[in-house]
């Protein structure tokens, strides 16, 4: 399966299709989703990469 040029990585472009459904679905909800899944993932990089003080 060939990735279209300018999508970006695989995972990332299934990010951007569920949000893509989200977003037709109910537009506050997957504003509030995606700000919650943001929220998690920058709380994940910063324990798992930066130095623990």
Known sequence: MRKP???GTPKEAVVRGYMAIFLG???????????????????????????RE
């Open 25 to 51: 679905l109910t537009p506050d909800g997957a504003f509030l989703v995606t700000l919650l899944v943001l929220q998690r993932a920058q709380l994940g990089f910063a324990t798992r990469f930066l130095p």
């Open 5 to 7: 040029i300018g999508a």
